[in-house]
């Protein structure tokens, strides 16, 4: 029975002590745990306990997670984390992606590469693919920029929120939909495959990661000391570049650098 016990309280220990970083589906659950675990491993050995990945169902699911302390660190769009930081206030940014030095990026609207629309008004009447309705750079930002172009949700044939910015791009490719809207470093990373780029938005902050206000001040550090550093070690590049290959490194994130994100959700129905 003392071994039973015993037993119990070193499992429950494991995972108490464990840090989840909460994941929205911004790819595929199995292209995020692909992507990203190197770095879990990483930040595993600097903290000396487990960090396990948490893919979220959607975003929502996501800033559930957050917001009731279920996740510890997570990694977010610049549209969720100015909702989060409206619903509980100021959290820990711990780093933001550079991609190519810049900690800066766009939306991008994608048709294929042998479409005969040139510009975003030619999207009247046409069907376009969209992310998640509450993602940044697949959904948000896309809205805005066709609502800047005069035309609204009722101007399109039909808009189609689909999972992640993986089925965006087969859906523009097979031909489903005309348009299609997804991150540029996704489409920079896929343009080979028959892809052309019909608007980019303005440059906008970053995703980052920010750590859940629970978290113990020790940890924090560690894990945005070790981030902001990863460029700096040919281990750490390995880490960057399995995350994506134009990952430059992590850089310093201030709340003011999100204040285009604001501006941008002001302008949204």
Request: hydrophobic letters at 45%.
């Amino acid at each position: 029975m003392l071994k039973v016990v015993l037993l119990f309280l070193v499992v429950s220990l494991g995972v108490a002590d464990r840090i989840k970083i909460g994941f929205m589906p911004y790819l595929s659950a199995q292209t995020i745990h692909d992507r990203y675990t190197p770095l879990a491993d990483h930040l595993s050995w600097v903290l000396d306990r487990p960090v396990r990945i948490v893919v979220a169902r959607n975003h929502a699911h996501q800033a559930e997670l957050f917001k009731k302390g279920a996740v510890d660190v997570a990694f977010l769009g610049g549209n969720p984390y100015v909702r989060i930081v409206e619903a509980v206030g100021p959290q820990p940014i711990l780093a933001r992606f550079a991609f190519g030095g810049a900690p800066h990026f766009r939306s991008v609207i994608i048709v294929r590469e042998d479409s005969p629309l040139t510009a975003l008004e030619q999207l009247q009447n046409k069907r376009i693919a969209l992310g998640d309705p509450h993602s940044t750079l697949s959904s948000e930002v896309p809205l805005d920029l066709l609502h800047q172009a005069g035309l609204e949700a009722d101007d399109l044939a039909s808009i189609t929120h689909l999972s992640n910015h993986e089925n965006i791009l087969y859906g523009v490719l097979f031909g489903a939909f005309e348009a299609g809207a997804v991150a540029e470093e996704i489409f920079m990373e896929n343009r080979h495959r028959g892809l052309r780029a019909l608007s980019y938005s303005e440059p906008l902050s970053t995703h980052l990661f920010i750590a859940h206000s629970s978290l113990e001040d020790a940890d924090v550090r560690a894990i945005k000391e070790r981030l902001l550093t990863l460029h700096q070690s040919p281990q750490g590049q390995r880490i960057l570049r399995a995350i994506h290959p134009n990952l430059s490194g992590f850089v310093p994130g201030e709340d003011s650098d999100y204040d285009a994100h604001r501006a941008i959700l002001k302008r949204l129905p």
